[in-house]
């Protein structure tokens, strides 16, 4: 069963892909959930979540690990898959709650009151990608789906 979560190629590209989505969303996370990078912090995103946007906690708590643990996951390349589809849901729940009231485009001159969905698109096709490719080269999915461990495996059966 695992194996279907780790099996991987060794493609760069992918591998560029997950790291830079990896980055970005562990950034975010460790905001949401360390107070680093001007973040508040897992109490402070809590409360912002349940109390001024209304999200309920247990959907809460789930968005900030998702961005948190998904970016850390994408960042060394382990679970892959499950990672992107905690970001993937993430991605949505934000633009079917948050962004689609504002339209398309992002707020890049100040004049709407918030952000449109287009770059939350963008990390839909990413991690979609992610998910149907897995984690691509440099990876622990790659470690744990190499053609040396399937041999180890088979002798020792």
Do not use: C
């Not at 562990?26 to 999200?55: D, E, N, P, R, S």
């Not at 990672?83 to 689609?100: E, P, Q, R």
Request: glycine residues 12%.
């Amino acid at each position: 069963m695992l194996s279907k979560f780790v099996r991987t190629d060794n493609d760069i590209a992918t591998a560029v892909l997950r790291l830079v989505l990896g980055v970005i969303f562990f950034a975010h996370g460790a905001q949401k959930m360390l107070v680093w990078f001007g973040g508040y912090g897992f109490t402070g995103t809590m409360g912002f979540f349940t109390g001024a946007m209304h999200i309920p906690a247990i959907f809460a708590f789930l968005a900030i690990a998702a961005e948190f643990f998904g970016g850390l996951g994408l960042i060394l390349g382990f679970l892959t898959r499950i990672a992107a589809f905690g970001i993937l849901s993430n991605m949505v729940v934000a633009i079917a709650m948050v962004h689609s009231q504002f339209g398309f485009f992002m707020n890049w001159t100040g004049a709407q009151k918030g952000e449109g969905y287009e770059y939350h698109l963008l990390i839909l096709a990413a991690t979609v990608l992610l998910i149907i490719r897995g984690a691509g080269a440099a990876s622990v999915d790659r470690l744990l789906s190499s053609p040396a461990k399937k041999s180890a495996q088979l002798q020792a059966a």
